[in-house]
């Protein structure tokens, strides 16, 4: 069932479709894309089906998805991480992004009622300015 459920939120982002989307998940759905909100036009905490279609189009209007492959699901109770190697481009510079990243989801009555994602956000934000960050 998990993995069903999973499937069908990973095709229902992919096509863009709202109404695939709010199938799988609860109403009071809650994601957040890790990292200091602002520094992507997306990072930050979204709420609800609405919002969540918001938050995959600023990704869209931004990032071309090159590949995503799942290479890890560790699944505890209502909790599922799955560990993912992909590669982006950002539209506007044309910089290409290849990444591991973490997302974790917890399910609640079989759909997806938090969503959290763990990228590397400086080679992101790298790739959409164009530029690359200072040295520390």
């Given amino acids: 069932m998990t993995q069903d459920v999973l499937a069908a939120w990973y095709a229902a982002i992919r ?47 931004h990032l071309e998805v090159l590949e995503v492959t799942p290479l890890r699901r560790v699944t505890e109770g209502d909790t599922v991480l799955v560990v993912l190697s992909g590669r982006w481009r950002a539209r506007a510079t044309g910089r290409e992004v290849a990444a591991r990243v973490a997302n974790v989801f917890t399910l609640r009555e079989g759909r997806v009622a938090a969503y959290e994602v763990f990228h590397d956000t400086a080679a992101l934000w790298e790739a959409l300015r164009g530029d690359a960050l200072p040295d520390a």
């Avoid at 109403?27 to 938050?55: C, K, Q």
Wanted: net charge negative.
């Fill in 15 to 61: 096509a863009g479709d709202s109404a695939a989307l709010a199938a799988v998940a609860t109403p009071d759905l809650a994601i957040t894309y890790s990292g200091r909100p602002g520094l992507l036009p997306w990072s930050g905490n979204w709420h609800g089906v609405d919002e969540a279609m918001r938050f995959f189009a600023a990704v869209a209007q």
